[in-house]
């Protein structure tokens, strides 16, 4: 079971939150590190969640078009 940890970026809809996760990819070419964002909709079932909250996501079964995933804790609040 694959759990992200990432930061709210969005909190607008009703029980959904939109978040963001940072990885580092090595550039094909020259080598050099770059910082890549993905931001994933997660299901927030309490709409507990601020923006600049860090939180872990689980993964679930598709809820919608493109929530696939499940606010599990928020770790640390913004």
């Known amino acids: 079971m694959r759990r992200?940890?990432?930061?709210?970026?969005?909190n607008k809809?009703?029980?959904s939150v939109?978040?963001?996760?940072?990885?580092f990819t090595q550039?094909?070419?020259?080598?050099?590190?770059?910082?890549?964002t993905t931001r994933l909709?997660?299901?927030?079932?309490?709409?507990?969640?601020?923006?600049?909250d860090r939180v872990r996501l689980n993964p679930s079964r598709p809820l919608s078009k493109r929530k696939a995933w499940v606010?599990?804790?928020i770790l640390q609040r913004a």
Request: with cysteine; glycine share 4%; aromatic share 4%.
């Open 4 to 10: 992200i940890i990432g930061i709210v970026v969005s």
């Open 13 to 15: 809809m009703q029980k």
């Open 18 to 23: 939109v978040v963001a996760v940072d990885r």
């Open 27 to 36: 550039h094909p070419l020259y080598k050099k590190y770059v910082k890549k």
């Open 41 to 52: 909709m997660a299901h927030d079932e309490a709409n507990a969640c601020n923006i600049g």
């Open 71 to 73: 606010v599990a804790e």
